[in-house]
Antibody
Framework: QLQLQESGSGLVKPSQTLSLTCAVS??????????WSWIRQPPGKGLEWIGY???????YYNPSLKSRVTISVDRSKNQFSLKLSSVTAADTAVYYC???????????WGQGTLVTVSS | DIVMTQTPLSSPVTLGQPASISCRSS???????????LSWLQQRPGQPPRLLIY???NRFSGVPDRFSGSGAGTDFTLKISRVEAEDVGVYYC?????????FGQGTKVEIK
């Protein structure tokens, strides 16, 4: 059974960089046919897709965040990461990592981690 | 970006009765490969989202058959044939036909 677990700082100061990691277990992040996404959900609000990285390393970012986002993969540790720079209070959210299949179904989700942007 | 609009935003339902959620996209979700990448997700209180339906009408592994999806082009529907207590939560449609992937606002299903 595939499992994803987010980790990282739960409190980030405004203008700093948010950094999160998603550890994947029960399967290899290098397996072909999958992409690995970050999705966020502000408290009490809906879902926003941030971007994904393919097993090949190619990435796609939501244009609304593109100038501030970097998603990378560490195959040796079977994990992928999110960096979001120049954060503001509007970036406060639960951040989820997730896997999607070749048919773009997001079939596995992490439990999510709350990141609060505050001084 | 493709805008996904769900109705209703709230759906009070009696246990054992059906529920239906509509999702409309601002443009056709038919991909150039002929597939339509429209999914439905369920988010129970305090939980991450969970995949229910993919490519309009395909139930994900372990999803009860009281959940069904239908539609085409720009109009899609999720139906719950007989609502059970465990179905309480927020339901989202999501399109992955065009980047960026986008979600509907969510529909809250609650028991009357």
């Amino acid at each position: 059974q595939l499992q994803l677990q987010e980790s990282g700082s739960g409190l980030v100061k405004p203008s700093q960089t948010l950094s999160l990691t998603c550890a994947v277990s029960g399967g290899s992040i290098s397996s072909g046919g999958y992409s690995w996404s970050w999705i966020r959900q502000p408290p009490g609000k809906g879902l926003e897709w941030i971007g994904y990285i393919y097993h090949s390393g190619s990435t796609y970012y939501n244009p609304s965040l593109k100038s501030r986002v970097t998603i990378s993969v560490d195959r040796s540790k079977n994990q992928f990461s999110l960096k979001l720079s120049s954060v503001t209070a509007a970036d406060t959210a639960v951040y989820y990592c997730a896997r999607s299949r070749g048919d773009y179904a997001i079939d596995y989700w992490g439990q999510g981690t709350l990141v609060t942007v505050s001084s | 970006d493709i805008v996904m609009t769900q109705t209703p935003l709230s759906s009070p339902v009696t246990l054992g009765q059906p529920a239906s959620i509509s999702c409309r996209s601002s443009q056709s979700l038919v991909h150039s490969d002929g597939n339509t990448y429209l999914s439905w997700l369920q988010q129970r209180p305090g939980q991450p989202p969970r995949l229910l339906i993919y490519k309009i009408s395909n139930r994900f592994s372990g999803v009860p058959d009281r959940f069904s999806g239908s539609g085409a082009g720009t109009d899609f529907t999720l139906k719950i044939s007989r609502v059970e207590a465990e179905d309480v939560g927020v339901y989202y449609c999501m399109q992955a036909t065009q980047n960026p992937w986008t979600f509907g606002q969510g529909t809250k299903v609650e028991i009357k």
